[in-house]
């Protein structure tokens, strides 16, 4: 049976997603930011908590994981780099390692950057990939331990997936991203289509995630520094797609 989702806010710009296997009831937090809106979620769906996948330490990430797992005795599952800095582990994993929710089978992709052992969380079967802080719709996470070379490459890695991958990311920062793409990436269709797409669900006060894969490979500025044409709008013609996106990065900082 295909697996259910379930996305709500937490905090200020977080999102909470639930996995959810109908097959056997088994339904996974993809981080924990806040005990109470995963709560809210589990009793809105019926469903019971038996999983927390972490993607990356951040407080924003983990802070609700010791009051889930008191009351709902779940697997908390966290990355292997970074499990000394998670409450409550009880598995760590790493790229290639099998993580399965109920009879959902998921993959773990290293995707370091953002933190140094960040992770993402394929589940190739029902084409769904679960990014933390890496990847966002029309745009990437802030290289805050890693260097540009390793985003470019986590994000390179992801680029790879099957274009109907569903992307769940952990934060809204969509709209901002629109503005910050528009800005350097001038002559692009699908971004202006993007921007009254995103416009209208931000209006709408809906989510804009989840995206797809295959669309982020054309309106994204962080998936495209390796295409010729953004390269000389940044000023960068002919220099190593990896420098160009070390100069999209830093002017995303300042924007
Ligand atoms: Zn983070």
Known sequence: MPAETRLFKCLSDNYGVLLHDPSTGA???????????????????GWKLTDILVTHHH????GGIEALKAKHKCRVVAPAKEA????????????????SVGK?????????????????YWFPQDNLAFVGDTLFSIGCGRVIEGTPEMMWKSLLKLRELPNETLVYCGHEYTAANVRF??????????????????ERLVE????????????????????????PDLAVDVGMAGKPASAVFTEIRSRKDKF
Request: no cysteine; charged share 20%; aromatic share 2%.
């Open 84 to 99: 000394s800095k998670i409450p409550a582990v009880d598995e760590t994993v790493s790229q290639g390692d099998s993580v």
């Open 181 to 198: 793409a528009l800005s350097i990436d001038k002559e692009n269709p699908v971004l202006d289509a993007r921007a009254v797409q995103v």
């Open 27 to 45: 339904t996974a937090a993809i981080d924990a930011p806040e005990a109470g809106p995963i709560e809210a979620a589990l009793k809105e769906t």
């Open 59 to 62: 407080h924003d990430h983990t």
């Open 104 to 120: 959902l089978p998921g993959t773990v992709l290293d995707t370091p950057g953002h933190t140094l052992g960040h992770i993402t």
């Open 204 to 227: 709408g006060g809906n989510p804009t995630i989840p995206v797809t894969i295959g669309d982020e490979k054309l309106a994204n500025p962080f998936l495209r520094a390796d295409v």
